[in-house]
């Protein structure tokens, strides 16, 4: 008898010790997870905006969606369950593994959210955080669903969708503590790059923003750090920023700002994102617009050496659109045998002669196509590269780790790297021996100018980003259809192989973009946020002190499991 009640002692301690261990969130089938009734009330105080949350491909055998909805970033984006990637929906990790495919006969949950709360106003998105909060939900935010590592959306989880707050407001004088910071544009956290471009565009008017029409500048990119073609000119997204409206974990609504909220606005401007709260809306500082010329060009070459010359080539000429502070993004795309480069160089206020003199800075010699646009107002945007893809097919892709490649001499002496213009050609030119089947892309986007100019702004943006001169990003792609075992290498491809290569040319710890990174970096509180992560942490311990905004490779996610369910 008595051993018996000693050994229940024995296993009710233990039992407590394991849960003061490790503490997991309520999921479908936890004692406390709410219950229908619950569910129903809450459905009540967000005016009837809780919808149930399936799969894309779910959503869209269920409607039915058409090929051309199906592969529109703008359709996706109002679907709950969407991500613009649809790899980010599949639950490639779960056990056993839980996949939907459009047109699949099986269809599991994946990694898809179980309700969203479709917001329209700040008590939704009050009344959402402090639901999830009191009942120890797992809690996903999301605008456009376009995240590079997949963190607006969690299995078992609350979503809070964003897509509904489109408000654009400009004023001549914003005003911050007094102070007129100028021109500004104040942007819904939902509102699409495109609309923003247009918008500033109709008001004579120019803001720093992704050239990417769906992405939401206000929803995650700001708080990476927003990089932009235009960053030369006028500087990252984040070192424009003046305002942000956002509900913290508490439910509270703050006005962040220089003076209100002080250490939140550092945070938020480059402490990457969905760490901190539901962004409302953003304010930032517009420009005058101005005449732009972009060029470009695209070279196709059968040859492996052919493309490494030609990147070498271009490595050389690296600095040449310094001077007119030009952006440049330059991809690079192999397809079986042959390469594709495809060099797009944006030049404020450069005539078509200026800019046809300076493009010829790129190889061209062989060029296919080269096309200028002259005297454009503002600058333009795409609908990004899927419009290529064949129709009815969608591919998977994953971006593995953005390096910045970082001179650590600043824009002074930055030759470290360039002047190694062989490197850079192997760079490109790797491993394009092996797998010569496997379609990958890398692409390059030069900064400097006024990115380094702003070193001295006061942010949370990884300092590596002002003395860098490229950030360089390698995504691996596969098709949705592809066997998981594939897929699954592909997925750790960048650790395993290509991170490797990497460092040789920029050294150990460089630096990388936690909007375009891999979200299986080990070593990620120094990669992306650098020396800033103890200060972000602080910040977070003070905002967010029960870990409910939780992001994979965000601030506090050391705490917990890949899921943000358990803590470890
Ligand atoms: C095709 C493509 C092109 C890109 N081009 C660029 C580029 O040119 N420059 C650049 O800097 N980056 C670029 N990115 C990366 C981009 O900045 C990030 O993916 C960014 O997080 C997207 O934000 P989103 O709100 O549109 O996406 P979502 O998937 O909706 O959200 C992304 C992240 O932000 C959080 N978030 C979203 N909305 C809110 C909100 N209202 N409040 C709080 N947190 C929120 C989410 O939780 C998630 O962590 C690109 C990405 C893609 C897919
Ligand atoms: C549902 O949960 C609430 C507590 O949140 C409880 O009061 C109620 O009795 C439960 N209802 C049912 C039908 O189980
Ligand atoms: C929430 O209420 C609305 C309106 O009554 C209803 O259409 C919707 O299905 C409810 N959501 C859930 C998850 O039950
Ligand atoms: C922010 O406030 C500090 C003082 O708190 C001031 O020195 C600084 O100039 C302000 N920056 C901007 C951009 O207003
Ligand atoms: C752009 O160029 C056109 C034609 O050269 C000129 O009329 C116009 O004033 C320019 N706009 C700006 C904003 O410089
Ligand atoms: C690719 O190159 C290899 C080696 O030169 C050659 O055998 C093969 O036929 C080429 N494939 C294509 C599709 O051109
Ligand atoms: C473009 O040129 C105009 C007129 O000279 C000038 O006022 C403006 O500052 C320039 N803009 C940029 C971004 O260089
Ligand atoms: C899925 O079905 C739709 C509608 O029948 C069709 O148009 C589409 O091509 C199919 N897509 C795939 C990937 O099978
Ligand atoms: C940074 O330096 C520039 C030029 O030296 C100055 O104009 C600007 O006000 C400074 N910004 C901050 C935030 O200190």
């Not at 970033?73 to 790899?87: K, Y």
């Not at 989880?157 to 007094?178: E, R």
Request: aromatic residues 10%; charged residues 15%; hydrophobic residues 40%.
């Amino acid at each position: 008898m008595r051993a018996v009640f000693s050994s229940l002692l024995l296993l009710v301690s233990f039992l407590s010790a394991c849960q003061a261990h490790s503490k997991c969130r309520n999921v479908p089938g936890s004692a406390s997870f709410p219950n229908a009734t619950a569910w129903s009330a809450f459905n009540a105080t967000v005016s009837g905006r809780l919808a149930p949350v399936v799969p894309s491909a779910k959503y869209c055998a269920n409607l039915p969606c058409t090929d051309a909805q199906w592969s529109s970033g703008l359709f996706r984006s109002t679907i709950p369950g969407a991500m613009d990637q649809i790899n980010f929906e599949q639950g490639y990790d779960l056990n056993p593994p839980s996949l939907c495919l459009r047109n699949s006969t099986a269809c599991g949950q994946g990694d898809v959210p179980i309700y969203s709360v479709e917001a329209e106003t700040v008590q939704d998105v009050q009344a959402a955080v402090r639901f999830a909060g009191a009942n120890h939900l797992r809690l996903v935010v999301k605008s456009s669903g376009h995240d590079h590592l997949g963190r607006s959306t969690a299995p078992n989880s609350l979503l809070i969708h964003m897509a509904k707050f489109k408000d654009v407001v400009f004023t001549d004088a914003f005003i911050v503590g007094g102070q007129n910071m100028g021109s500004a544009v104040t942007l819904g956290a939902g509102v699409h790059a495109k609309d923003m471009h247009y918008q500033t565009g109709v008001h004579g008017k120019v803001a720093v923003g992704p050239p990417v029409a769906t992405l939401c500048p206000a929803g995650g990119y700001f708080q990476g750090a927003g990089h932009s073609s235009i960053s030369p000119l006028l500087g990252l997204g984040a070192d424009n920023v003046l305002e942000i409206q956002i509900v913290i974990a508490s439910g509270a609504l703050l006005k962040v700002n220089n003076i209100s909220n002080p250490d939140l606005f550092w945070a938020l401007r480059g402490g990457g994102a969905g760490s901190w709260g539901v962004i409302i809306s953003v304010t930032v500082r517009t420009f005058p617009t101005f005449n732009a010329t972009i060029s470009t060009i695209t070279l196709d070459l059968s040859t492996n050496a052919a493309a490494a010359a030609v990147a070498g080539v271009h490595a050389q000429h690296i600095f040449d659109f310094d001077s007119v502070r030009g952006g440049q993004y330059f991809f690079l795309q192999k397809a079986g045998n042959s390469t594709t480069f495809l060099f797009q160089t944006f030049m404020a206020n450069a005539t078509l002669a200026q800019g046809k003199g300076t493009a010829h800075a790129v190889p061209h010699r062989r060029a296919r196509t080269a096309r200028r646009f002259p005297a454009l107002p503002g600058f333009r945007y795409h609908e990004h590269q899927r419009r290529s893809l064949p129709s009815g097919r969608r591919r998977s892709q994953q971006c593995s780790d953005g390096v910045a490649l970082d001179f650590n001499g600043g824009v002074s002496k930055p030759q470290r790297i360039y002047d190694s213009s062989k490197g850079i050609s192997r760079a490109f030119g790797w491993r394009s021996a092996r797998n010569p089947g496997k379609s990958r892309r890398r692409s390059l986007l030069q900064i400097t100018g006024q990115v380094s100019a702003n070193a001295n702004i006061s942010s949370a943006v990884h300092p590596a980003w002002r003395t860098a001169k490229t950030h360089l990003i390698v995504v691996n792609i596969w098709e949705d259809t592809a066997a998981l075992a594939d897929i699954n290498r592909l997925r750790h491809e960048f650790q395993n192989s290509q991170l490797t290569f990497l460092e040789q040319l920029s050294g150990p710890n460089a630096g990388s973009y936690s909007s375009e990174g891999d979200i299986f970096e080990p070593d990620f509180m120094t990669t992306f946020y650098g020396p800033n992560y103890a200060k972000l942490s602080a910040i977070k311990n003070k905002y967010d002190p029960f870990d409910l905004f939780i992001v994979a490779v965000g601030v506090g996610s050391e705490r917990w499991d890949e899921w943000g369910i358990c803590t470890v």
